[in-house]
């Protein structure tokens, strides 16, 4: 049922959203280096379409554009710079054009992006999906986390923001956090910027990088399991996934101590003391959140200590993330909507009534939860090697000698039918250069990859092993001959 209000049409809830989307008309795209962090977007909203750097289906998927021809451009460092390469192609610029018979070329979203990107979209007529680049980056300051935590009530571990001059000054600053330390500094992804202080010889070792910063988060060591859970800040409320178990530093899938390497999310994952808590925590951060001005769609990295059962904010993430594939494919989002559509649903210029607090309600319910695994599977030696083959993208099926076969080809998980099936989508192809940190692909499969103790099952192991298996390589010696690399792609 819809109303009227002020001469538009007020949507009443789930079925009108959905019923809008699937009649909708504005083009909107995902500019991204891949199309990882929305797979399915494009099943739930009319003319969603995804311009990608990286062609991770072959030409295969029915509704994502890459540029066939590479122009001239400077070394990419991020994946701005790679948004940022892509609205500037003439391709991608007509392939825009094409798309629309309105004078606005349509709304657009990014993992990533910058004022360069405001002003290139601006240029061509795309309304970006998301508050300013400004925002986004003073909120993805770790250091700033922190005090908007402080101000929501959210609980963090004992920390203390400062600058660090060199040890001696950074043993009396921190005097009461104990000789065991985690410092982080402002801006970093997967693990490459927080550093394990217990020594002097441990500080020495990141010292450069610690020093130059104005200021740095320096928090008490915990005995500590990493969780993640995502979030929509909307105009009647913050939605509130369930919290997911964090994969962190498993040294088959990435070179970094503290790196994100994937997701589970499964019912019983936590108790429901910590899943209640989690969930209040981020009502009240993304309550914080929309007074400082943002909306849409965020992600909370919660801590949780292994000898006090107290759970605390580690980080916050204003975007779209690495396990947004995961949120948006579970049960209790395909009964209702994926969270990137009540995001997408606060750009669209429409009014709408919605009761969060229900879906909150129904969210928080166990039997609403299925078992999903997803593992970022990352290139973790200290080398440079030039891909010959590489797995197509599709699902790939085990057999019980533990080697795998391509079975089929599909766009995201759902066609993954048991625990001896798994999707895989290739990041690094043919003819693409490894590098330590470098995205192999992202695996996801139904049910579990850790222990109860948190290690990998053998299942989780004997699946990164063949993956690995069908890539083949050769080692460069002479690094002069090879661009320069962009880090993380996933996030």
């Known amino acids: 049922m819809t109303t009227k209000s002020n001469n538009s049409t007020t949507l009443q809830g789930i079925p009108d959203i959905r019923r809008f989307f699937y009649k909708n008309e504005v083009p909107i795209y995902f500019i991204s280096a891949t199309n990882f962090n929305l797979l399915g977007a494009d099943e739930w909203i009319k003319g969603f379409k995804f311009i990608s750097y990286i062609e991770c289906f072959d030409g295969q998927h029915p509704n994502v554009f ?14 701005e710079d790679i948004n940022n390469y892509l609205l500037n192609h003439p391709e ?3 392939y825009l054009k094409v798309k629309t018979k309105r004078n606005s070329a349509g709304k657009a979203l990014f993992l990533m992006f910058d004022q360069e990107t405001e002003k290139l979209a601006k240029k061509l007529g795309l309304e970006i999906m998301f508050p300013t680049a400004e925002m986004r980056n003073f909120l993805d300051n770790k250091v700033n986390t922190n005090r908007i935590a402080e101000k929501a009530g959210v609980a963090c571990v004992p920390y203390v923001l400062s600058e660090v001059k060199d040890y001696k000054h950074l043993q009396s600053i921190s005097k009461k956090l104990g000789k065991d330390l985690v410092i982080q500094t402002p801006f970093g992804d997967s693990g490459h910027t927080t550093f394990f202080i217990s020594s002097e010889n441990d500080f020495k070792k990141h010292e450069d990088e610690i020093i130059k910063e104005k200021e740095v988060k320096i928090m008490k060591r915990i005995n500590c399991r990493g969780s ?9 409320g913050t939605i509130v996934a369930p919290l997911m178990t964090e994969l962190v530093g498993f040294k088959e899938l990435t070179p970094y101590k503290g790196g994100w390497c994937g997701n589970e999310i499964y019912p019983d994952a936590f108790t429901p003391e910590l899943r209640k808590k989690a969930r209040k925590y981020t009502q009240m951060f993304g309550d914080q959140l929309r007074k400082e001005g943002y909306k849409g769609y965020f992600e909370l990295d919660f801590l949780i200590d292994q000898d006090n059962g107290e759970i605390y904010l580690g980080e916050l993430n204003p975007r779209i993330t690495g396990a947004s594939s995961i949120t948006n494919h579970a049960v209790f989002a395909l009964a209702d909507a994926p969270l990137f559509v009540f995001h997408i649903l606060e750009y669209m210029n429409q009014e709408y009534e919605l009761d969060v607090n229900k879906i909150n309600d129904r969210w928080a319910k166990q039997e609403n939860i299925d078992e999903w695994s997803q593992i970022i599977i990352k290139h973790t030696k200290d080398t440079i090697e030039f891909i010959d083959e590489a797995p197509q993208s599709g699902i790939w099926k085990m057999f019980d000698n533990g080697h795998i076969k391509f079975d ?28 330590e940190g470098a995205d192999l692909g992202i695996l ?4 579990r990859m850790m222990t109860n103790d948190f290690k990998l099952t053998k299942r989780a192991k004997e699946w990164i ?9 050769q080692l460069i010696e002479d690094h002069d001959e090879v661009p320069a690399l962009a880090g993380s792609l996933t996030k």
Request: some cysteine; charged content about 35%; proline content about 3%.
């Open 465 to 473: 092993k063949a993956i690995r298996s069908k890539y083949s390589s």
């Open 228 to 236: 993640a859970i995502e979030a929509c800040v909307t105009r009647h």
């Open 444 to 447: 996801v499969a139904r049910g």
């Open 92 to 94: 991608v610029q007509d």
């Open 66 to 79: 890459s540029p066939s021809e590479e122009i001239p451009h400077d070394e990419f460092e991020s994946i």
């Open 408 to 435: 089929r080809m599909d766009t995201h998980r759902r066609a993954v039918e048991s625990e001896k099936e798994a999707f895989f989508l290739r990041i690094s192809g043919q003819g693409d250069y490894l590098y």
